[in-house]
């Protein structure tokens, strides 16, 4: 129970840390050690009580009369002292600690908790963290005593406040105290300047910088622990510049808090973020290359390893660097590998936790090396493959779990080849006694396969199959079946085929309970696929291995079950050799009639009249008495099947008086033809799926950086590289960047005016109109956008290469669901083979996308008919949700990647697809009173966007074409010859608290100078995302 009593020790540690802020500015001078050195003689004696009890009885005993006692104390709490007060919500806490419910008290732990006393407001956090949860009713007491301690003047009430609220965490909190945090996530030395160094007491400036130090390391990891409860409190556009500052900071503590912070917000939208990787980079140089940190962040002589293993995770989010940087991280990834290196050179000197903490940073360095794919630098990548290459020989599990994972990440991205050489100590981690370095084992050889090895590998695997664990069978047939497929396939001789059908037979007797349902259907697939060509004896091999099986009556029900399907659809190859007729075919599945599933019954039925059909002599008789026997089954399926199938079999059978129903024989045969060839394309990713969802790993609390692919870290990239080049100029070739001091600064928007004042000049329009005609990517983004919501999309050209052409078909808007087609048209003979396709959202929390495939043009439904000329061509067909306002420039992107049949070279094709947030966007019409009057109700900062931007005016065009485009409904009376005015509702499939989806009204007026070409856009919205995003939107139209 000591042990249990320690773990008040969380609240010491959060009031440690006030011992300095009792010195500071402002303060009460308090010791608080006193506040847990002196713990009441009372608790101690309970506690020395319930560890003397015996038996669970005699604790409950003991407790029930405590709780008692403190509820008839706490019924007068006017007359109790503090000493007292703390005395019992300490029990309190130590009773709920034990895992006895505590249901009163409640009201006495916020009094506490609103004292002006540390000591008493210590013990009133300590005991709302432990006993209240999010949702509680009385939440909304806590959240107002929170908040004036977080808001107030004394560090140790702030300190208690933020530990207090990363605890419980919850919506409630996230909703009411997010900005009240975020105020105080500032650079402490920005804090502490307000007070000149020069002024008060010696020493005062540095405790308040040491103190607001504290105050930003938890508020930043108060946000984060919020962020992740509710993403919509924090608007993340405005927080890179915030953290770079942080990322400044001469305080380990504040990088630390800080990077944990980034890496919340970064795995929700990584591309916001990449300016930073500069400052990342900059931080490992200092750590790592120059050693360069304070006694007290030292970690067995290794710098801040926390914060080592922070950076280098962050930069796995991006690609590899440019130029100058890359020179950097390259020196630190170096330093890191080497150094690793010669620390398990001297094993038996190097300190457990010492060589822990180094395995951590060395694990990130080779996950970062990893994530950059093909771009790494190739001795990077020998120096990681032979790291990897002596830890999964090590004795730790741990170490070998982490270097086995990395390895198949490994193997994965330069293929098989490259880790090959240590295939036999990755089959010895097969035996393993611990099941998770067994199970990366396992995916680790799944990937290193190849045509070379992959029957031994399978062998083994056979081989282990039968002392696995059930934990782990499911995964390994899963594997064992999608190998052999897929290299007895490749194999033309039939010995291949063959060794496919053995080893399916073995995977059958030796895990029958572990082979899912696709397995075996895939099974039954490849064997009657294969005599499509006329070679029959692969189907003579099958059967007659089978037939062997279920001789047998041990035989287990999957293999029954494929032998009943196979014998029926091919035993008639096996009929002329001895023991292989019709009736010892039907003999050897029927003895298991009465052991197996009712599913397998139905399957042994149909085959019982197959053979019938093929050998109507021999199993007449033995027929006509299953299928009367089952004539009258409990079960109606069997049933069914056999009242059918004596109708059916009529003519065949010795005594068919009582069949008052007959059919022909041309029926007979129609029903009981073999059954077609299986296309084994069409249900090959059946497997696929049921892999990957046996290795999924669970889920982490920020976003995993391997689900981020190439793609969106391209458009990341892009995005960085536009942020650095000058409006109006031409891009130039990109150049080193040296690490800068401050961030780039922000640019200026555009000045605000007036609405509704036409007779103001407004600011000079940009000198570069664009000045290629010919139809862009923007131009063709919103020309799609415009027509798209008009229905009259059908047939516009999205991307036409030299290779392929990409034709919108299908444009379909309903509320928040979006539905695009769009035709796949090969240009150049042979067309095109080993299409892949990756559609992905650069906002997944804003607009989620919820399919993406390829389908044939003529399973795509569609509301109108299809055109001719689409007819036989393959639709990628996408499913997108909005689900809250998405930013300029964050809609779905689409990369293919496809082979050419005339070169065999793998060519790639990026588009952007047209959907922003006008796709989303109803109409709303309204007069000028209503208009205005919900004008003037959306006010305050960034909820209006403005520019001026050169373009043709066409009014005909502004009133018609663009104003139905973007979704918005005229204001009547507002506008005059030159002007358009409109109002619209963003529509989401977020639901509000009613039930219903939440809409967000947009308000637009467009006021034009057709002497000039000019237009002025003026954009409001209570979300101040949408409205610079319309916006944008809107100057795109006009301006492509």
Request: aromatic content about 6%; hydrophobic content about 40%.
């Amino acid at each position: 129970m000591a042990s249990s009593f320690g773990s008040l020790d969380i609240n010491k540690s959060i009031s440690k840390v006030s011992q300095s802020v009792s010195q500071g500015v402002n303060t009460v001078n308090i010791n608080i050690e006193s506040v847990f050195s002196g713990q009441p003689r009372g608790l101690s004696l309970f506690i020395s009580e319930i560890r003397a009890c015996k038996t669970k009885d005699q604790e409950r005993v003991r407790v029930d009369a405590e709780l008692g006692n403190i509820r008839q104390k706490f019924s007068n709490a006017a007359n109790l002292t503090s000493y007292q007060k703390k005395k019992y919500v300490w029990k309190m806490c130590y009773i709920h600690m034990l895992g006895y419910e505590v249901d009163f008290g409640h009201l006495e732990f916020i009094s506490l908790m609103a004292s002006t006393k540390f000591t008493e407001k210590s013990v009133g956090y300590m005991a709302i963290s432990l006993m209240l949860k999010p949702g509680d009713e009385l939440m909304t007491l806590v959240i107002n005593s929170m908040r004036n301690d977080i808001v107030g003047q004394s560090h140790g009430g702030q300190a208690l406040g933020l530990a207090a609220v990363s605890n419980i965490g919850g919506a409630d909190l996230a909703e009411a105290l997010a900005s009240d945090v975020q105020r105080l996530i500032v650079p402490p030395t920005e804090v502490g300047s307000r007070q000149s160094q020069g002024s008060g007491p010696p020493g005062s400036y540095e405790v308040e910088v040491h103190n607001k130090s504290m105050l930003c390391k938890k508020a930043a990891l108060c946000l984060l622990r919020l962020f992740r409860t509710n993403p919509d409190i924090v608007i993340l556009e405005d927080w890179m510049l915030r953290l770079g500052r942080l990322l400044e900071d001469r305080d380990l503590g504040v990088i630390t808090s800080a990077m944990s912070l980034l890496l919340g917000f970064a795995s929700s939208s990584p591309a916001l973020f990449e300016p930073l990787v500069p400052y990342v980079i900059s931080i490992l140089t200092r750590l790592v290359v120059n050693k360069t940190c304070s006694m007290e962040y030292l970690y067995y002589r290794l710098p801040c390893p926390w914060l080592q293993v922070k950076c280098l995770r962050f930069l796995q989010y991006y690609k590899i660097p440019e130029a100058a940087q890359f020179e950097l991280l390259n020196d630190v990834l170096s330093k890191i590998l080497v150094r690793t290196e010669h620390s398990n050179a001297a094993t038996e000197t190097t300190n457990n936790n010492r060589s822990n903490a180094e395995h951590s940073i060395l694990f990130e360095a080779i996950n970062l090396i990893l994530t950059f794919g093909p771009d790494a630098p190739a001795f990077l990548k020998e120096h990681t493959s032979a790291i990897l290459g002596r830890f999964i020989g090590l004795k730790d599990a741990n170490t070998r779990y982490l270097g086995l994972d990395a390895m198949t990440r490994l193997a994965k991205i330069d293929g098989p080849a490259t880790v090959q050489m240590h295939q036999h100590t990755v089959l010895d981690s097969l035996k393993d006694a611990d099941i998770s370095v067994r199970r990366k084992a396992l995916g680790l050889l799944f990937v290193l396969a190849d045509a070379s090895n992959a029957q031994e590998i399978v062998g083994e695997l056979v081989l282990n199959l039968h002392s696995a664990e059930a934990a782990i069978k499911e995964d390994m047939v899963v594997k064992i079946a999608i190998l052999a497929e897929k290299f007895s396939l490749n194999d033309s001789t039939a010995q291949g085929v063959r060794w496919y059908v053995d080893t399916m037979v073995q995977v059958l007797l030796l895990a029958g309970d572990y082979v899912a349902e696709a397995v075996w259907f895939r099974v039954v697939q490849v064997v009657l696929s294969s005599g499509s060509g006329g070679d029959l004896s692969l189907h003579e091999y099958a059967a007659e291995k089978l037939l062997g099986t279920v001789q047998s009556k041990w035989a287990h029900e999957t293999a029954v079950a494929v032998a009943g399907y196979l014998l029926g659809e091919v035993g008639v190859s096996i009929c002329e050799r001895p023991g292989m007729s019709g009736l010892d075919q039907l003999t050897a599945l029927t003895q298991h009639m009465a052991a197996v599933s009712t599913k397998v019954q139905a399957i042994l039925l149909t085959s019982s009249v197959k053979l019938l059909n093929l050998y109507p002599e021999q199993t007449a008789g033995p027929v006509a008495q299953l299928l009367a026997r089952y004539a009258t089954s409990s079960e109606l399926e069997l049933q069914q099947r056999a009242c059918e199938y004596l109708v059916l079999a009529a003519t065949h059978l010795p005594d068919s008086s009582t069949v008052t129903v007959r059919v022909s024989a041309a029926v007979l045969e129609s029903v009981l033809n073999p059954m077609p060839v299986y296309a084994l394309h069409h249900s090959q990713h059946v497997l696929q799926d049921l892999a990957a969802g046996s290795r999924a790993e669970q889920a982490v609390t920020d976003r995993s950086v391997w689900t981020i692919d190439q793609g969106e870290k391209d458009a990341s990239r892009d995005a960085y590289r536009q942020t650095r080049v000058p409006e109006g100029t031409v891009a130039s070739p990109p150049r080193p960047d040296p690490v800068p001091d401050r961030l780039p600064p922000v640019k200026a928007p555009a000045p605000m005016v007036d609405l509704l004042s036409l007779d103001d000049t407004p600011p000079p329009a940009p000198s570069h109109p664009n000045p290629n005609p010919s139809p862009s990517p923007a131009r063709l983004f919103t020309r799609a956008g415009l027509q798209g919501k008009q229905g009259r999309a059908q047939g516009l050209v999205l991307l036409d290469s030299e290779h392929l052409q990409l034709r919108l078909s299908i444009f379909d808007v309903r509320a928040h669901r979006a539905r695009m087609g769009l035709v796949l048209v090969p240009k150049l003979p042979g067309g095109i083979s080993d299409l892949t396709l990756s559609c992905y959202s650069q906002s997944p929390d804003c607009l989620l996308i919820k399919s993406a495939s390829l389908v044939p043009s003529g399973s795509v439904p569609l509301d109108e008919e299809e055109p001719e000329q689409d007819r036989g061509l393959e639709v990628l067909q996408v499913a997108a949700e909005c689900l809250r306002p998405f930013g300029e420039g964050q809609g779905p992107l689409l990369d293919l990647t496809y082979r050419l049949a005339t070169d065999g070279h793998t060519h790639r094709a990026a588009l952007r697809l047209p959907i922003s947030v006008c796709t989303f966007c109803e109409p709303l019409p309204c007069d000028q009173a209503a208009y205005m009057s919900r004008w003037r109700s959306i006010e305050g900062s960034g909820t209006e966007a403005q520019q001026v931007v050169g373009c043709p005016v066409d009014m005909a065009w502004l009133r018609g074409e663009m104003v139905a485009g973007l979704g918005l409904g005229l204001a009547e009376g507002l506008d005059g010859p030159a002007s358009v005015t409109g109002c619209a509702s963003f529509t989401t499939g977020t639901l509000g608290p009613s039930g219903a989806p939440v809409s967000v009204g947009v308000l637009m007026r467009l006021e034009a100078d057709a002497a000039q070409g000019k237009c002025r856009v003026t954009v409001r919205a209570k979300n101040p995302v949408l409205a610079q995003a319309f916006k944008a939107f809107v100057v795109e139209a006009l301006s492509s």
